[in-house]
């Protein structure tokens, strides 16, 4: 261990250094924290983009980000994921058609206009990221909404049954605030787009909105791969 002695001798005395003088030692560190963060937060602002977008990835339709709201407001989020992760058993297990091409994984353009995004990590549910090929039914997933236990036996999800009643429908004006809101984010929403809205959530629950986002997940991207295909 004597070969260590020289060094280690050295370091304690330059600890000591600077232990001993407690505010100049925090003033540095502070100072070389600091310079660290600029690197760390400068360079992505001066980056022209920082997700690839695919072209066949439009926003959501009124209804569909109607739903979006629902979703998130019902905290559905909280149990179900939409991110498929980069591994051959996710893969499989949430793409098993295939649907996908070899690489059934999320990317980042797939969720290009969204805000917020809705990857999570907790999975209490199945992920959903690709429901609209895993279960394209309408009907099923108003069923399953309206009481879990219909569609899947034993499932712990609460019903939701309220959202499709007559009382529970879209408010149109709050909507095209909402998209008015992503139109300043940069989302390619036009002034047709926000007057069609009374028109396009007419006699629509709030029920009917959460079947259509969900029934809108992972669609984009699957008729990408079909049209390479």
């Not at 019902?74 to 498929?84: A, F, K, L």
């Not at 569609?151 to 095209?176: C, N, R």
Request: net charge negative; hydrophobic share 40%; aromatic share 12%.
């Amino acid at each position: 261990m004597k070969i260590f002695d020289v060094p280690l001798t050295w370091f304690e005395k330059f600890a000591s250094k600077w232990e001993s003088d407690g505010v100049k030692f925090s003033v540095y560190t502070f100072v070389a924290i600091l310079i660290g963060g600029l690197f760390e937060l400068i360079p992505p602002f001066f980056l022209s983009r920082t997700v690839v977008p695919i072209e066949t990835v439009k926003p959501f339709t009124p209804l569909e980000l109607a739903g979006r709201d629902i979703y998130q407001k019902e905290g559905c989020n909280n149990c179900h994921t939409q991110m498929i992760r980069p591994f051959k058993w996710e893969v499989d297990r949430f793409d098993p058609q295939k649907a996908y091409g070899p690489d059934g994984y999320s990317k980042a353009g797939e969720h290009q206009y969204e805000h917020p995004f809705l990857w999570g990590s907790k999975r209490t549910g199945p992920d959903l990221a690709h429901e609209s090929q895993i279960q394209p039914s309408a009907d099923w997933q108003k069923r399953h909404l309206i009481n879990p236990r219909e569609t899947s036996p034993g499932s712990i999800m609460p019903a939701y049954p309220w959202l499709f009643e007559e009382d529970a429908v879209i408010d149109a004006k709050k909507l095209q605030n909402h998209i008015e809101g992503l139109m300043v984010l940069g989302v390619p929403y036009t002034k047709s787009d926000v007057d069609s809205v009374p028109l396009s959530v007419s006699g629509k629950t709030e029920g009917d909105a959460l079947v259509a986002y969900l029934l809108r997940l992972g669609k984009d991207s699957a008729e990408l791969a079909k049209a390479i295909k």
